[in-house]
């Protein structure tokens, strides 16, 4: 039943050759420079589509700011508003009006508010991945606009 290894006979060990292992580390290179790119591409269209949802988000907020103080916020007063009373305000508010607090844009900047807006009563911009006015890619402005 046994088999007996004649003493002439070499016994092959079995694994990989450094060889095979270069080809496959090659592979798994090529691999990773194809799909690296298109999903750091789709990571920085998914954290503009974030923004625009939290402005919608803020948009919706302040309109029913409006519906109870009866205006919206002031430049100066800005999306603190929407957490805590205003001074000339606080009969009428009924806030808060975001469950969480004001949260930051995707890239950790603060959301820029103006009243009265450029094109309209106020604006919402998160100026993007830089954090400065213009740009373009990651880095354009986000309006509510």
Do not use: C
């Amino acid at each position: 039943m046994y088999s007996v290894l004649k003493q002439g006979a070499v016994r092959r060990q079995s694994g990989f050759t450094l060889l095979e292992l270069l080809v496959v580390i090659v592979i798994i290179g090529l691999l990773a420079a194809y799909v690296g790119p298109k999903y750091f591409s789709q990571l920085g269209k998914s954290e503009a589509t974030v923004a625009r949802a939290q402005i919608e988000a803020f948009e919706k907020s302040l309109d029913t700011f409006r519906l109870d103080v009866g205006r919206y916020p002031t430049t100066e007063e800005g999306l603190n508003a929407l957490m805590t009373a205003p001074q000339n305000a606080s009969a009428k508010w009924n806030g808060p009006y975001l469950k969480k607090g004001i949260p930051l844009d995707p890239w950790g900047h603060a959301y820029q508010y103006r009243a009265p807006g450029s094109r309209s009563e106020y604006e919402i911009v998160s100026f993007g991945k830089d954090g400065q006015p213009g740009g373009s890619g990651e880095a354009a402005d986000i309006s509510s606009q």
